[in-house]
Nanobody
Framework: VQLVESGGGMVQPGGSLRLSCAAS????????MSWVRQAPGKGPEWVSA????????YYADSVKGRFTISRDNAKNTLYLQMNSLKPEDAAQYYC??????????????????WGQGTQVTVSS
């Protein structure tokens, strides 16, 4: 199993980025997928999840209305479109195999594979 994120970078507040996660080594379309982020000095925070077919999406309150998760099962790729970025969105973003955690609270046991992460910096 391999998950490889890309698309991070530095953006000004109010800007946008699109993260991608290329999956391989498993049947991507059979698994719910999530994005999780971790800011320096803080614990991991679940951001968003999507079900196998892409028809159901879930968001943390902190990103609802600004971020959009999607997937292309034909391309084995997970996406996170991030708009109206705020300084507090700055973090390392990881894609992970697993779905929405209970009460929206990150739980390590929910995810069995992770990517290496991609850094998002929001600064003027």
């Amino acid at each position: 199993v391999q998950l490889v994120e890309s698309g991070g970078g530095m953006v000004q507040p109010g800007g946008s980025l699109r993260l991608s996660c290329a999956a391989s080594g498993f049947t991507f379309s059979s698994y719910d997928m999530s994005w999780v982020r971790q800011a320096p000095g803080k614990g991991p925070e679940w951001v968003s999840a999507i079900n196998t077919g892409g028809g159901s999406t879930y968001y943390a309150d902190s990103v609802k209305g600004r971020f959009t998760i999607s997937r292309d099962n034909a391309k084995n790729t997970l996406y996170l479109q991030m708009n109206s970025l705020k300084p507090e969105d700055a973090a390392q973003y990881y894609c992970a195999r697993g779905g929405v955690p209970s009460y929206g609270l990150f739980a390590p046991s929910q995810y069995d594979y992770w990517g290496q992460g991609t850094q998002v910096t929001v600064s003027s």
